[in-house]
């Protein structure tokens, strides 16, 4: 795992980089609180899944990542603004977000709201302007198209609005995989979209082994997080009992939620395989699948 760990770290500095260009652009012309809201919201900290999902999958067919960093930058953006926004009183009235201020906390409830807003029309400016040297009109396009269906009301949204529906009396493991299907699996899904679509057309077979992979992997993420949620840190279960969130323990119990996650990661490689039997190299895919579901933190 220790080239899976460079790679990842790797895409997290080149995506932080993107990110700090862009806003500085932003900033140099218009130097306000904003903008630094915008900068603090983005650059806290994370993972970076999704960039790296999307550079691994381009890199799969061969792309250069100077064709995949619009891309990469547009998503984390997208996924940024959804937390500020996430974390704001009127939605889950978080006050930390990796052992920091959330961005309302810091700036006010009203900069924390615009800059999540400018945050996500900063990622569809990059995607409509960034250049992207092998990537041709009709897949730029394409790319809009995914990443604003996924974060909108046929994905992320619908996830979040189911989330908050206090309306919703089915407290079952079918609607709490909807919920994070969307909430949680839509953007991971148009991660491995976009990467595929910057490296040109491929065929709807590939796109489907990749999307079903994304989908596996994405809710064995959630999963994976609720476990460890269970496991470490009671301050948020309370919060979440107290907000009525479902979690997979809480409904399937410990053991269940845990073989969940492994069958999620059996059906992944699965997918895989196919796409390896093609002729495509999913190694790194195959690692990141299996960080999702042995990661502590």
Known sequence: MIQFISELQESCRCVDALLERYLYAISSKHPTT???????????????????????????????????????????????????HDDLPAMDND???????????????????LAGDALHTLAFTILANASMPAVKTKERLKMISVLAKASGAEGMCFGQALDLDENLKNNSAELLEMIHRNKTGAL?????????????????????????YAGAIGLAF????????????????????????????????????????????????????DIKAIGYNTSMLVKLARYIIERKK
């Open 34 to 84: 904003l903008v630094q809201a915008m900068r603090y919201g983005v650059l806290l900290g994370g993972k970076r899944l999704r960039p790296f999902l999307v550079y691994q999958t381009g890199r799969l067919f061969g792309l250069n990542q100077n064709s995949l960093d619009a891309p990469a930058a547009a998503i984390e953006c997208i996924h940024a603004y959804s937390l500020i």
């Open 222 to 273: 959630q999963v994976q997080d609720d476990i460890l949620d269970l496991i470490k840190d009671n301050e948020r279960i309370r919060k979440n009992n107290k907000c009525s969130h479902k979690t997979y323990p809480s409904l399937l119990g410990l053991d269940m939620a845990r073989a969940k996650v492994i069958d999620l990661y059996n059906e992944s490689l699965t997918y895989l395989e």
């Open 95 to 113: 006050q930390l977000r990796r052992s920091k201020p959330t961005c309302h906390i810091k700036f006010g409830d009203t900069i924390a709201l």
């Open 188 to 212: 991971i899904r148009a991660a491995v979209h976009m990467g595929a679509l910057a490296a040109g057309k491929k065929s709807k077979q590939i796109i489907h082994y990749l999307d079903s």
